[in-house]
């Protein structure tokens, strides 16, 4: 069985559009509006010859913030036990929110790999932004845009080598 590798993080900072991406079709639901992945998304891919399957998390139903909030740890949590590499990723364009904040909590007590990836670094300056997602207490990152695919090569190079 190839390993399961699954993309964590809030709506809308391009979860989604980074699985498409890696799968090569259009099977998730990429929308500009905030959570409008409505299912988590299973796809295979391969990088460097290595094959692994991947999940896209969502689900998040437009709601109450609690309900919000509990729906996102609970994507993360089903990861956490499904998945061998887990992708955290934040947005430079909108920077730390408490959300991004709850999720790193979630995933500083995980054993597994955690690759935190921040998307949406579509150029050089925002590559400069990138230096705050340290504050996030994960250690170092990758920046990439899932749009124009810069950076997502670096990523994946170090994703297959911990699979
Ligand atoms: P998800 O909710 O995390 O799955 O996010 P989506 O993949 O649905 O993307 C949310 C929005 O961010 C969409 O409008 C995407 O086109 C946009 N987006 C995704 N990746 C990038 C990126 O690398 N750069 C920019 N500028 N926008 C992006
Ligand atoms: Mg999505």
């Known amino acids: 069985m190839s390993a399961i590798v699954a993309i964590v993080g809030r709506p809308n900072v391009g979860k989604s559009t980074f699985f498409n991406r890696l799968i090569q079709r ?5 929308d500009a509006v905030s959570g409008v992945t409505r299912d988590r998304h ?4 391969d990088w460097n010859g290595k094959e692994f399957s991947i999940i896209d998390t969502g689900g998040y139903v ?14 993360v949590e089903l990861a956490i036990d499904e998945a061998d590499a887990i992708i955290f990723m934040v947005d430079v364009e909108s920077g ?7 999720v790193a909590n979630l995933l500083r ?12 670094v579509d150029n050089a300056k925002r590559a400069e932004d990138a230096v705050e997602f340290y504050a996030l207490g994960l250690g170092e990152y990758f920046t990439l845009s899932s749009v124009n695919g810069s950076g997502t090569g670096d990523l994946l190079d170090a994703l297959v080598e911990v699979l």
């Open 26 to 30: 259009r099977e998730a639901i990429v």
């Open 42 to 45: 299973y796809g295979k891919s």
């Open 62 to 75: 437009q709601g109450s913030d609690d309900v919000f909030e509990q729906e996102i740890d609970k994507q």
């Open 96 to 102: 730390i929110t408490g959300m991004d904040e709850d």
């Open 109 to 120: 007590r995980v054993k597994k790999p955690v690759f935190l990836a921040v998307n949406k």
